[in-house]
């Protein structure tokens, strides 16, 4: 039996860039915050010595600060006819794990989506008719426009310093941004990066063949750099330990350099760390949330009320938290009702590697962010007539590290070990250069999170199912775009290339993206949506769901930038909930 | 919020028999001021205890002195003090009975404070919630558990007295001198001691040894004291912790933190014109070691390796992250504790409200050795314009041995 502690105003599920953010900009104005956090706390200082930091083997091989399987973990299928079985080892993607969340280990890829992502539906079929939509599909335009996020967007990458150039000033066109963004207020608040040879090589061979390259936004950031919120950070190192691994120069925006020092100075907020939230409770009529229960490092059980709950775990697990906590009609796709669960997706990856020859690009000297992209293959800046699928990729240049144990790319066909392996290892080190496509993934009525029927966590409670597969259209967009990666490796004058299509089916082990997207998405229209465009769930009006969960399907992006935005988003919607509480948009 | 406080300690006012008008709220709020800038909450509590309810072990030359409790319990905090007997405590070092306290206790600056301003901290102390803390106030060694003793301590180093402004200096000046050389007991740290333990008065404020830190000269000397900072340098270096160049840790962090953060610009620009203006004395520089002394060359070598991602090939460093380490006076100072054990041990910059950051420096005693230790910072004392005795390996480990274990 849970034992309830005193009420507060608000309580935040997860304590990650979401969680910290909006239990910082709601505590300062006097409201009583608690944070539960399932795993531990997590600071710079302390866990992020420069001098342990760098630690490959502890970091990036044993998986040092990611979630245990133990704690929690799902079971996997590709599609709805198999047996879902559990994940056992973390692979295709690694949920964080502590004060932070993914955004202690994430590279730093701040994108804004392009204006036409949040209205994709619509937008494809005005310009090539309904025919296009591929089969199964289940695209829907967002709830919100790029024109409305614009300032959401601007104001987390001002308390993030992400670097960048601008490609579109208030409609003016900038001379070395990305042109095909949309229009935003003001640059970036830090300079890009300083990009590498390969990068050089190019920004020069695109710039040939007429495409538009740019430096793309970093979380790793320029130049020392103090947010509004009085947290300072110091200049990128170019150590190339980002992925995977806390910061320990301050240099990658994260909740620990860019909200937790103003945060923990609030005195009514407090952070309860190794605490798993596992029910938000309702009502007796099921319409409002009178708090959360949570389990402690003991195993003791407690129930904290709260006024307001929000729900700001990584998106696979806010899906999870509703399903188990009866918020929203379970998502069932023989019948296409219900909503929790539905429109999961995900990211693909494609590409293609050159070989080149009298060249050293220095790996080592990287960053999570660092490199020059492309945006002409993304969304719909090209005329997806001819091609037939729908969706698009960023197409980029870079280096993330290269690292002595895992970074060691060959010629496909050298031997996996020995005296080949080992020369092939070191001819190539300083030779290589990929050139990568992160594309979307549409949503589907077969790509889809429930609760598993057989497995359960330490708790007993279920765990939960991801049925999910790449589909024809991803795959023939990420294969194109493979082809497109080639040409500019050839381009920039590689002796050999070699192409990485997508792989399928989508397997779970080896690693490809930590982007979860989808399965409590935001829309219009509660028969197809979990939360409204506030964030605010349709059914329980003061539950807001936070994240990357809240996507209706993925653009050719890393996820992060548009969360930020989103959480300034539904930021404003909660201070205008807290001025009138009820639901925000009448269903 | 605080007038309910006040309304709840009106009752223990009257019990308490307390001279201190407990009408006036605007005594109490001038006393949690005052208390600001005495800083007394950082030796009157224990580490995790309740504030100002005592049993923090103060380390002496003499050996441990426990903190006492200051609330007002009557058992065993000071509940049953009259305000007579708070200032006679302020002012002489007695207690009550008459028995003498010690200089831990900094009576020889709290006696320059004005019976107005004592009378204050006594009505804020009273709205305290009395904390029951008995503390063992006797721990000291023989010969020093004789409190007698203190009578010719008193008669050699104690020169009693409210504080007297000089007509010759402007308001301003006098107002910083009244903080520095009472409330505020700066040369409590940062002046010499001598054997007994008195700060030594033709050394004020001349940078001093205390706890395996050097707390650094603070007059306006432009070598190792404040003779390259201007007014405005000190006045932000108190008020937010740190400089364009400079970041507070070690023990200057928690009184920045806990006192110096929170009290108004005015005085804090007080404290800078007095620092400024009362005058330079100091040891002046030796001749820097030549980049071709071996030590330098090896210092230089591990300085590259392990400390310029962050602080610069130049010693530039990072402004409000790293600390800049060329014409840094804490890198200079004769006394080089400070910069050996930051780098054996780390530290951890002050957070406030301005900049809440607080960065770290790792600590690094893991994997370099003394001699190494001793090279890089023989280094860093003699680079960019520095200049300062080069440190041997000998005093790294004397220092290492002491240090590292310390929690900061």
Same mark, same amino acid.
């Given at each position: 039996?849970?034992?309830?502690?005193?009420?507060?105003?608000?309580?935040?599920?997860?304590?990650?860039?979401?969680?910290?953010?909006?239990?910082?900009?709601?505590?300062?104005?006097?409201?009583?915050?608690?944070?539960?956090?399932?795993?531990?706390?997590?600071?710079?200082?302390?866990?992020?010595?420069?001098?342990?930091?760098?630690?490959?083997?502890?970091?990036?091989?044993?998986?040092?600060? /990611?979630?245990?399987?133990?704690?929690?973990?799902?079971?996997?299928?590709?599609?709805?006819?198999?047996?879902? $079985?559990?994940?056992?080892?973390?692979?295709?993607? $690694?949920?964080?794990?502590?004060?932070?969340?993914?955004?202690?280990?994430?590279?730093?890829?701040?994108?804004?989506?392009?204006?036409?992502?949040?209205?994709?539906?619509?937008?494809?079929?005005?310009?090539?008719?309904?025919?296009?939509?591929?089969?199964?599909?289940?695209?829907?335009?967002?709830?919100?426009?790029?024109?409305?996020?614009?300032?959401?967007?601007?104001? &987390?990458?001002?308390?993030?310093?992400?670097?960048?150039?601008?490609?579109?000033?208030?409609?003016?066109?900038?001379?070395?941004?990305?042109?095909?963004?949309?229009?935003?207020?003001?640059?970036?608040?830090?300079?890009?990066?300083?990009?590498?040879?390969?990068?050089? $090589?190019?920004?020069?061979?695109?710039?040939?063949?007429? %495409?538009?390259? /740019?430096?793309?936004?970093?979380?790793?950031?320029?130049?020392?750099?103090?947010?509004?919120?009085?947290?300072?950070?110091?200049?990128?190192?170019?150590?190339? &330990?980002?992925?995977?691994?806390?910061?320990?120069?301050?240099?990658?925006?994260?909740?620990?350099?860019?909200?937790?020092?103003?945060?923990?100075?609030?005195?009514?907020?407090?952070?309860?760390?190794?605490?798993?939230?596992?029910?938000?409770?309702?009502?007796?009529?099921?319409?409002?949330?009178?708090?959360?229960?949570?389990?402690?490092?003991?195993?003791?059980?407690?129930?904290?009320?709260?006024?307001?709950?929000?729900?700001?775990?990584?998106?696979?697990?806010?899906?999870?938290? %509703?399903?188990?906590?009866?918020?929203?009609?379970?998502?069932?796709?023989?019948?296409?009702?219900?909503?929790?669960?539905?429109?999961?997706?995900?990211?693909?990856?494609?590409?293609?590697?050159? &070989? /080149?020859?009298?060249?050293?690009?220095?790996?080592?000297?990287?960053?999570?962010?660092?490199?020059?992209?492309?945006?002409?293959?993304?969304?719909?800046? /090209?005329?997806?007539?001819?091609?037939?699928?729908?969706?698009?990729?960023?197409?980029?240049?870079?280096?993330?590290?290269?690292?002595?144990?895992?970074?060691?790319?060959?010629?496909?066909?050298?031997?996996?070990?020995?005296?080949?392996?080992?020369?092939?290892?070191?001819?190539?080190?300083?030779?290589?250069?990929?050139?990568?496509?992160?594309?979307?993934?549409?949503?589907?009525?077969?790509?889809?999170?429930? #609760?598993?029927?057989?497995?359960?966590?330490? $708790?007993?409670?279920?765990?939960?199912?991801?049925?999910?597969?790449?589909?024809?259209?991803?795959?023939?967009?990420?294969?194109?775009?493979?082809?497109?990666?080639?040409?500019?490796?050839?381009?920039?004058?590689?002796?050999?290339?070699?192409?990485?299509?997508?792989?399928?089916?989508?397997?779970?082990?080896?690693?490809?993206?930590?982007?979860?997207?989808?399965?409590?998405?935001?829309?219009?229209?509660?028969?197809?949506?979990? #939360?409204?465009?506030?964030?605010?769930?349709?059914?329980?009006?003061?539950? &807001?769901?936070?994240?990357?969960?809240?996507?209706?399907?993925?653009?050719?992006?890393?996820?992060?930038?548009?969360?930020?935005?989103?959480?300034?988003?539904?930021?404003?919607?909660?201070?205008?909930?807290?001025?009138?509480?009820?639901?925000?948009?009448?269903? | 919020?605080?007038?309910?406080?006040?309304?709840?300690?009106?009752?223990?006012?009257?019990?308490?028999?307390?001279?201190?008008?407990?009408?006036?709220?605007?005594?109490?709020?001038?006393?949690?001021?005052?208390?600001?800038?005495?800083?007394?909450?950082?030796?009157?509590?224990?580490?995790?205890?309740?504030?100002?309810?005592?049993?923090?072990?103060?380390?002496?030359?003499?050996?441990?002195?426990?903190?006492?409790?200051?609330?007002?319990?009557?058992?065993?905090?000071?509940?049953?003090?009259?305000?007579?007997?708070?200032?006679?405590?302020?002012?002489?070092?007695?207690?009550?009975?008459?028995?003498?306290?010690?200089?831990?206790?900094?009576?020889?600056?709290?006696?320059?404070?004005?019976?107005?301003?004592?009378?204050?901290?006594?009505?804020?102390?009273?709205?305290?919630?009395?904390?029951?803390?008995?503390? +063992?106030?006797?721990?000291?060694?023989?010969?020093?558990?004789?409190?007698?003793?203190?009578?010719?301590?008193?008669?050699?180093?104690?020169?009693?007295?409210?504080?007297?402004?000089?007509?010759? *200096?402007?308001?301003?000046?006098?107002?910083?001198?009244?903080?520095?050389?009472?409330?505020?007991?700066?040369?409590?740290?940062?002046?010499?001691?001598?054997?007994?333990?008195?700060?030594?008065?033709?050394?004020?404020?001349?940078?001093? !040894?205390?706890?395996?830190?050097?707390?650094?000269?603070?007059?306006?000397?432009?070598?190792?004291?404040?003779?390259?900072?201007?007014?405005?340098?000190?006045?932000?270096?108190?008020?937010?912790? !740190?400089? *364009?160049?400079?970041?507070?840790?070690?023990?200057?962090?928690?009184?920045?933190? +806990?006192?110096?953060?929170?009290?108004?610009?005015?005085?804090?620009?007080?404290?800078?014109?007095?620092?400024?203006?009362?005058?330079?004395?100091?040891?002046?520089?030796?001749?820097?070691?030549?980049?071709?002394?071996?030590?330098? !060359?090896?210092? !230089?070598?591990?300085?590259?390796?392990?400390?310029?991602?962050?602080?610069?090939?130049?010693?530039?460093?990072?402004?409000?992250?790293?600390?800049?380490?060329?014409?840094?006076?804490?890198?200079?100072?004769?006394?080089?504790?400070?910069?050996?054990?930051?780098?054996?041990?780390?530290?951890?910059?002050?957070?406030?409200?301005?900049?809440?950051?607080?960065?770290?420096?790792?600590?690094?005693?893991? *994997?370099?050795?003394?001699?190494?230790?001793?090279?890089?910072?023989?280094?860093?004392? +003699?680079?960019?314009?520095?200049?300062?005795?080069?440190?041997?390996?000998?005093?790294?480990?004397?220092?290492?041995?002491?240090?590292?274990?310390?929690?900061?």
């Amino acid at each position: 039996m849970a034992r309830r502690l005193p009420r507060k105003d608000v309580v935040v599920v997860g304590l990650g860039w979401t969680g910290s953010i909006l239990a910082y900009e709601l505590s300062r104005t006097g409201l009583e915050v608690v944070a539960l956090e399932r795993g531990p706390w997590r600071d710079t200082a302390t866990d992020f010595n420069i001098g342990t930091a760098a630690d490959e083997l502890r970091y990036a091989v044993r998986q040092d600060i /990611f979630l245990r399987p133990k704690q929690e973990t799902l079971t996997m299928r590709n599609t709805p006819s198999q047996t879902a $079985l559990p994940i056992r080892k973390w692979g295709s993607f $690694l949920p964080g794990n502590g004060v932070g969340g993914a955004g202690v280990h994430w590279n730093g890829q701040t994108w804004r989506f392009l204006p036409d992502d949040f209205r994709i539906r619509s937008h494809m079929i005005e310009r090539y008719g309904e025919k296009i939509l591929p089969e199964g599909n289940q695209i829907q335009d967002w709830p919100v426009s790029f024109d409305e996020l614009e300032p959401y967007y601007d104001k &987390f990458e001002q308390v993030a310093g992400i670097s960048g150039k601008a490609g579109n000033i208030k409609g003016q066109i900038q001379a070395g941004g990305n042109p095909f963004e949309g229009a935003r207020e003001r640059d970036y608040p830090t300079p890009p990066l300083k990009q590498g040879y390969a990068q050089e $090589l190019f920004t020069k061979a695109a710039s040939g063949m007429g %495409l538009h390259p /740019f430096p793309r936004p970093s979380a790793n950031i320029s130049i020392a750099y103090t947010n509004p919120y009085g947290c300072s950070m110091a200049p990128c190192t170019y150590c190339g &330990f980002c992925e995977w691994f806390g910061c320990a120069n301050y240099s990658k925006a994260s909740p620990q350099t860019c909200v937790l020092p103003a945060l923990v100075r609030e005195p009514t907020f407090e952070a309860r760390t190794e605490c798993e939230v596992t029910n938000i409770n309702l009502s007796v009529d099921g319409k409002m949330a009178t708090g959360v229960t949570y389990v402690d490092a003991n195993g003791e059980e407690w129930e904290q009320p709260a006024d307001l709950v929000l729900v700001c775990a990584y998106s696979l697990f806010n899906v999870r938290l %509703l399903l188990l906590s009866g918020i929203g009609k379970p998502y069932d796709p023989a019948s296409g009702e219900g909503v929790v669960g539905r429109n999961y997706a995900y990211q693909t990856g494609s590409g293609a590697q050159g &070989f /080149f020859e009298n060249v050293q690009f220095n790996p080592f000297a990287a960053a999570g962010s660092l490199g020059a992209a492309l945006d002409d293959y993304n969304s719909d800046n /090209f005329d997806h007539g001819p091609h037939g699928f729908v969706g698009g990729a960023s197409i980029t240049c870079a280096y993330t590290n290269g690292r002595p144990i895992r970074y060691h790319p060959t010629p496909r066909g050298t031997p996996n070990w020995g005296g080949a392996w080992k020369k092939a290892v070191k001819d190539s080190y300083q030779r290589v250069m990929g050139v990568g496509a992160q594309g979307s993934v549409m949503s589907y009525r077969n790509n889809y999170l429930d #609760l598993d029927p057989t497995y359960k966590d330490p $708790l007993g409670r279920p765990l939960m199912r991801m049925t999910f597969d790449y589909q024809p259209n991803e795959q023939k967009m990420a294969n194109w775009m493979a082809e497109r990666c080639e040409e500019i490796a050839k381009a920039m004058g590689a002796k050999s290339t070699q192409l990485n299509r997508l792989g399928v089916p989508w397997n779970v082990v080896p690693y490809q993206t930590t982007h979860n997207t989808g399965g409590a998405v935001m829309g219009s229209d509660p028969r197809t949506s979990v #939360l409204n465009r506030y964030l605010q769930s349709w059914d329980v009006s003061n539950v &807001f769901v936070m994240g990357a969960s809240a996507f209706p399907q993925n653009a050719g992006y890393n996820p992060t930038g548009t969360v930020g935005a989103l959480t300034y988003w539904g930021l404003d919607a909660i201070f205008n909930y807290l001025k009138s509480p009820g639901a925000l948009v009448q269903p | 919020m605080r007038l309910r406080h006040l309304i709840v300690l009106l009752p223990l006012l009257a019990a308490g028999g307390a001279a201190a008008d407990p009408d006036s709220y605007i005594d109490v709020a001038r006393g949690k001021a005052l208390a600001t800038v005495g800083d007394c909450i950082a030796c009157h509590t224990a580490k995790g205890g309740t504030p100002f309810a005592g049993g923090l072990a103060l380390q002496t030359p003499f050996g441990t002195i426990m903190t006492p409790n200051i609330t007002p319990d009557t058992a065993t905090g000071i509940g049953s003090w009259t305000v007579d007997d708070f200032a006679r405590a302020m002012h002489e070092g007695r207690r009550p009975t008459g028995s003498y306290l010690y200089p831990a206790f900094p009576y020889p600056y709290y006696t320059r404070v004005t019976r107005a301003d004592v009378e204050a901290i006594y009505a804020y102390l009273r709205t305290l919630p009395p904390a029951n803390n008995a503390v +063992n106030r006797n721990t000291l060694p023989f010969p020093f558990n004789i409190r007698m003793s203190m009578i010719g301590w008193n008669m050699l180093f104690f020169k009693p007295g409210e504080f007297k402004a000089d007509p010759k *200096r402007s308001a301003e000046f006098n107002r910083g001198a009244y903080l520095v050389e009472g409330l505020g007991h700066c040369g409590a740290c940062h002046t010499p001691f001598n054997s007994f333990g008195a700060s030594k008065d033709d050394k004020f404020l001349q940078g001093n !040894q205390i706890d395996n830190w050097a707390a650094p000269n603070i007059t306006n000397d432009l070598h190792a004291g404040l003779g390259k900072w201007s007014a405005d340098d000190i006045v932000q270096y108190l008020k937010t912790g !740190q400089t *364009r160049t400079s970041l507070a840790s070690g023990p200057m962090r928690d009184v920045i933190e +806990n006192s110096t953060s929170k009290m108004p610009d005015t005085d804090l620009k007080a404290i800078a014109v007095y620092l400024k203006e009362r005058g330079a004395a100091g040891a002046g520089a030796p001749a820097p070691l030549p980049a071709s002394d071996p030590r330098m !060359q090896v210092g !230089q070598a591990i300085f590259a390796d392990t400390c310029s991602a962050c602080h610069a090939r130049d010693g530039g460093g990072v402004e409000h992250m790293f600390p800049r380490l060329a014409g840094n006076v804490i890198a200079t100072q004769d006394y080089p504790a400070s910069l050996i054990r930051i780098v054996i041990a780390g530290g951890r910059a002050a957070s406030t409200n301005a900049f809440p950051t607080a960065p770290a420096m790792p600590s690094l005693g893991y *994997r370099l050795s003394d001699a190494q230790i001793a090279a890089v910072v023989t280094f860093v004392r +003699n680079s960019w314009g520095n200049a300062a005795a080069p440190v041997t390996a000998e005093t790294v480990h004397d220092l290492r041995s002491r240090v590292v274990h310390a929690s900061d």
